[in-house]
Structures are given as C-alpha cells and as structure tokens.
C-alpha cells in the first residue's frame, strides 16, 4: 500500500510541476517531467524537444519552487537532470537536499544544494519512457569511461509498484489522505483530456495542414495570402497544444508543433522582411532632408534584404522572395548611390569651411597686394565649392547659410585687392614719373623736367590713405614737391636766358653783323665784330673839321647799342661785358649797379 501512495505521490508531483511550468517557463507545454525515488533519494527528470532553447537555471530553479513548497520529513536528497527527447543522457544535473529542523515546536524548511551542470556522450539512439516512475542507475567511474555504454539517470531504480523499499519514501504532500482524493479526483479530468482516450482530431488537423502548408505557401502571391497562411499554422499549433504530456500521442504533437511553428517563423521572416521593404519604399520617395534620413533609409533595405537572402531555392517561399529581393536590391543600391553623392556633398560643405577660417586668417595679416589677393582667392574657393551644391542635397540649407556670410567677405577682398593694385600702380607711375624727370634735367629740357615732377608729385600724394602703399608714398612727396620747384625755377632761368639770346640777337644783327655774345657764369660776354668796328672806324676818319655829323652818328650808333645791351642785363639781371676786337673793355654793366 505504501508504495502505491508512492507512486500516486510521484504522478501528482509530476503533474505539479508539469503545471507550474506552463505557468512559469516559456514553451512550458513542450517539456515533459518524469519523478522516481532510488535509496531515498527523489529523481526529477526533465525532457524537451531539441529544436527548444532552454534556461537550465531557470528551470532548476521552478523545480526547487515546487520542492520547497510542500512538506518533506527529515532530510530528502533531490537529484535533477535535464535531457532531449530520444537522447539517454542528461546535459545538465543539478543535485539538492531538503531540510526540516524543529524550533520551539514549529517545523522550518530549509535547503542545502550543489549544483552542476554537464555534458555526456550521446549514442545514437536511445529508449524513452512514458511512466513517471523510472528506474536508476548512478554513474560509476567505469561508465564514465566508456562512452558506448548507455546512460539513463533513473534506469535501475525499483519500481514501486512492486518492490518493496528498505525504508518509505518521505511523503510530498500534505498526506496519503488527501492525495488520494486528489488523484481520484483528477483521474476523470486527465482521462477526458484531448488525445488520450478519444480521437486526436488536433494531431490530424496538424498532418493534413502539415502536408498542405507547402502549397499554399508555393502558391502565395503577396503579403496578406502569406499572413492567412501564417495564422493557419500558429491556429494548429495551439491546438496541439492542448495535448497533455501524459498523452501516448503528446510525443508526436510536439514534433508536429515543432515542424508547424518552423514554417510560421519562416513565413513571418519573410513577412516582416515585406513590411520593412514596404517602410523604406516609402521613405524612399520622400525627398531625404538630412544625411541621417538617407542612412536610415538605407538601415530599412538591408533589414529587409538580409533575411531574403537567406530563403534558399528549395524553400516554397523562394517563388515569391526573389522577384522582390533582386527588386530591393536595386532600390538598395539607388539610396547607396544618393548616399555617396550627398556624402560628397557633405564634404565639400567641410571643405569649404576649412578654406574659410584659411581665409579669414589671411585676412587678418594681409597688407600688401600679394597678400590680399590670396585673400580673395581663398574666398572665391569656398564660394565656389558652395555654390556648385545642388538645391535637393541635406547640404544645401546649410550651404545657403554660408554662403550669405562668404559672399560679402569676398566682395571686400576684391575691393581691398583693387584698391591695392591701384595703390601699387601709382606708386610705381610716380617712381617712373620722377626717374623720366631726373633724365630731362641731365639734358636741361627743363620744361619736361617740370612736367613729369609735378606728375610724379601728383600721383604720390593721391595714393589712398588704407593702402599698403601710403607711407610709401607719403615718403616720395616731400622729395619730389621739392625737385619740382626746383625744376620750375630751372625752367624760369632757362626761359629768362632765351629771351637775352633773342634780344642780343636782335641786337647784334642788323645791316652787318653788330657783335657777337656768349652767356656764361660770368655773365653776358659781348664782342664787337671786325666789321663793325671797320665801319667805326672809317667813318671817324673821313669825317672832316667842318662837318662832324659822321662822328657824332658812330658814337651815337655805339651808345645805342650800349644801353641796349643794359637794357638786356637788367631784364635777365646778368652782367653785360661789352669788349672790342683786341679784347679790351669798352663797356661794363651790373644790374642794380
């Protein structure tokens, strides 16, 4: 009888935990627990499906849930295992003592544990059992060295139902009582459940849809054809889920679930891959405001393309994916292409604002002609690297912005930089205009010489007061204003002196020729012609006692010419030197004198 109640203590248990892991553990329904007892100690075996991703933490720790909730005598060593369907060896073991202690009457329950997690051989193929009381058979140190030798965590355990134990197994529950009402309580429950005594029209459903699923997928045309397809298989698959574990067919439930579930995953890559396709479509055709835009755009069709790609031709979907993926593709290498041209753009906004501070740089240190013009290059190169981006680039509001700034920057420095080449200009005209003067007075072309003075003058003293060249200029003023004052009173003498030749030309000249001049830094030098003093003299000498008119017209004539030439000295104020034939001084006159 004991070990009957065992045995019930254990289905119940299973049953237990079978239900806390629907509540507790993702794919729950999927797992299958198994409780034997072997030398007081309690097995929990724990098996899933291998296509099943599990949390071996997690699911120790639910199972040492359930053990701490129910009441336990003394001390009870638990040993977990955890194991894939078909396979005879565990991959993971987790190892448990339950404790109760007496304080001040009451009982407390406590735990002490070890756990530890493992791998073993795997054979090729293993038995299963459907019973929740099995049989064990620890690891020896011979078994763990042999890997072809089977192993099964709860083979050789005695069956309860008919062996009887050295000693009971601590009861589980709150009492042989209550778990017998318990048992035959939910007896008529399990007995009724779907696929365990009536016909499993969900396992049928799930093989027919199983078979169909390849044609209406092959079949499909669109998204929303693939959705009802989808929503076909996730239906069966919770249908087959309803199937208990204690089920004979809940083994071959699972492995339909499995298979449906993995084409519905499929089928909803395929389908979130044609929703993100149909977002960036969208996107697009919308005009890209920022470069962020762009490359999100382009993060859309590769989330898209990616799990295409991975659909092979043998796949049913394959119909369907690869007229859109060589289609996405396209679009993908559409938005790369923009994405570079405004990448390129972006870079010339770069460039333009690294030439820019250059510029602005210069600037501050220009001074000469040389100097400004790299000024207005430098600005003409960032405007030009602006100018040239196109109005549908992220690049352009920004562009626009500058060049609002640069523009007006640059027409400063083509102004300064003209002004500048004026000022130099100049400045080299004046410097000419008084080499060209300096070469005049060597050839005493006075009149020229004050020309291209008062030229040279001219041109220094207009050069612009914010020129490079000013103080250059300024410098030549005073020398040249000088020069040509010079040069006019030069010219002043110059022309003085011609007027004396003019007048002792006229003079000297007559009938016969009076006398001859030269004009030196003595003064005027003139001398009498032989043939004049001739006609002086013979005139004197026939001239007889009585008539004296002849004498008195010769010296008459020689005064008259005496006080012209005294005229002239006082007009040019140059000294007259009137001398004869012979050298000897016959007249002197100082002006003032």
Known sequence: ??????????????????????????????????????????????????????????????????????????????????????????????????????????????????????????????????????????LTEDSQEEEDELFDPLADTPDLLTTPKKRPVKPILLGVGLVGIVVLGSAAYLLTRPCVMSECREIQAAQKLKTESRQLISRAKSENELVAVQKQLEATSADLAVIPSW?????????????????????????????????????????????????????????????????????????????????????????????????????KLTAAKGVASVAIKREANAKSLTDWRKVQSTWQIAVNALVVIPSNSPADQEAQKLLLEYKPKLAAARDRATKEQLAAQSYQQAVNAAKQARAYEKLNQWQAAVVYWGQAFQTAKQISQDSFYYS?????????????????????????????????????????????????????????????????????SETEPQNASPVVDATNHLQILEEALAVISDNANIPVLLYDTQGNGIYTRIPGG
């Open 472 to 540: 250059s200029a300024q410098s030549l003023t005073e020398p040249y204003s000088a020069a040509l004052k010079q040069a006019q009173e030069k010219l002043e003498l110059t022309n003085s002196l011609q007027q004396t030749r003019n007048d002792l030309t006229k003079t000297c000249s007559d009938e016969i020729r009076i006398c001859n001049f030269n004009i030196n830094d003595k003064g005027i030098i003139v001398s009498l012609t032989p043939e004049y003093e001739q006609i002086l003299q013979s005139t004197s």
């Open 247 to 347: 089920s004979s067919r809940y083994q071959q439930a699972e492995e339909l679930k499995v298979s449906l579930s993995g084409q519905s995953a499929k089928i909803n890559q395929v389908i979130k891959a044609l929703q993100t396709a149909a977002v960036a479509t969208q996107k697009t055709q919308t005009l890209a405001k920022s470069l962020e835009e762009l490359q999100a755009t382009q993060h859309l069709w590769r989330q898209a393309i990616a799990p295409l790609e991975t659909i092979n031709p043998n796949s049913e979907l394959y119909k369907l994916v690869q007229p859109k993926l060589l289609k996405y593709r396209l679009s993908l290498q559409t938005v790369n292409q923009k994405l570079q041209n405004q990448e390129r753009w972006l870079k």
């Open 1 to 138: 009888m004991k070990v009957a109640v065992q045995q019930e203590d254990l289905q119940l248990l299973a049953r237990t935990l079978q239900e806390q892991f629907l509540a507790e553990v993702p794919f729950g329904e999927v797992f299958q627990i198994k409780c034997a007892v072997n030398q007081d100690e309690l097995m929990i075996l724990t098996q899933h499906p291998v296509a099943v991703t599990v949390d071996t933490q997690q699911i120790f720790a639910v199972l040492e849930e359930v053990l701490q909730s129910v009441p336990t005598y003394r001390e009870q060593r638990v040993q977990c295992f955890l194991r894939v369907f078909g396979d005879k060896l565990p991959y993971a073991k987790h190892s448990l003592t339950m404790k109760q202690k007496e304080v001040g009457g009451v009982k407390e329950t406590g735990e002490a544990r070890e756990e530890m997690s493992f791998s073993f051989p795997s054979p090729s193929s293993f038995s299963s059992s459907s019973s929740s009381s099995l049989t064990y058979s620890p």
